[in-house]
T-cell receptor, first 113, second 110 residues
Framework: AQSVTQLDSQVPVFEEAPVELRCNYS??????LFWYVQYPNQGLQLLLK??????LVKGINGFEAEFNKSQTSFHLRKPSVHISDTAEYFC???????????FGSGTKLNVKP | SQTIHQWPATLVQPVGSPLSLECTVE??????LYWYRQAAGRGLQLLFY??????ISSEVPQNLSASRPQDRQFILSSKKLLLSDSGFYLC?????????FGQGTRLTVV
């Protein structure tokens, strides 16, 4: 079975500081990895995805993530956050056939001025 | 381009009443379709997914059911709502490589 763990339910950070949101997964087969962002009362928007190739993936809004197979992690990073980055972030995995997407419990990023 | 429509945006229903949430996708054919529920502090839980018309897979036992009467239409239903059915329901579609989400329905059962 596949599972996704986001250990940090909330991450407070000051504006222009760097941030890392952690994601670990478990799976007995190869998976594809995603980060989504959700603003209040809205659907989810894709930030970035890892399918294959380079383990460092760059996404929208200055975010990037690194796939680490040995540590089964896919942490999301941004070198300098803005107030507008305040949102909830979800890590997700999908199997090779993309029939299912499993999500972590989410991390609320609160950027303070 | 592809779009996904989900309605209504908000819904308040009494306990024991029926439920019908509808989701339609435009601009693609034979998509995989999904219903997720987001309860406060609990992330997204996959409720149902469908790989084709009439093909529904349930992930968790519950008071809800899903149907796919047409290729790009996915309906979430209940005959009698429970208080525990309250939450934010999200429809999504995928044709491979990523999932695209609707704007969600906030359901409050009172």
């Amino acid at each position: 079975a596949q599972s996704v763990t986001q250990l940090d339910s909330q991450v407070p950070v000051f504006e222009e500081a760097p941030v890392e949101l952690r994601c670990n997964y478990s799976s007995s087969v190869s998976v594809y990895l995603f980060w989504y962002v959700q603003y209040p009362n809205q659907g989810l928007q894709l930030l970035l995805k890892y399918l294959s190739g380079s383990t460092l993936v760059k996404g929208i809004n200055g975010f990037e993530a690194e796939f680490n197979k040995s540590q089964t992690s896919f942490h999301l990073r941004k070198p300098s956050v803005h107030i507008s980055d305040t949102a909830e972030y979800f890590c997700a995995v999908s199997l090779y056939n993309f029939n299912k997407f499993y999500f972590g419990s989410g991390t609320k990023l609160n950027v303070k001025p | 381009s592809q779009t996904i429509h989900q309605w209504p945006a908000t819904l308040v229903q009494p306990v024991g009443s029926p439920l019908s949430l509808e989701c339609t996708v435009e601009g693609t054919s034979n998509p995989n379709l999904y219903w997720y529920r987001q309860a406060a502090g609990r992330g997204l839980q996959l409720l149902f997914y469908s790989v084709g018309i009439g093909q529904i897979s349930s992930e968790v036992p519950q008071n809800l059911s899903a149907s796919r009467p047409q290729d790009r239409q996915f309906i979430l239903s209940s005959k009698k709502l429970l208080l525990s059915d309250s939450g934010f329901y999200l429809c999504a579609w995928s044709a491979g490589f990523e999932a695209f989400f609707g704007q969600g329905t906030r359901l409050t059962v009172v």
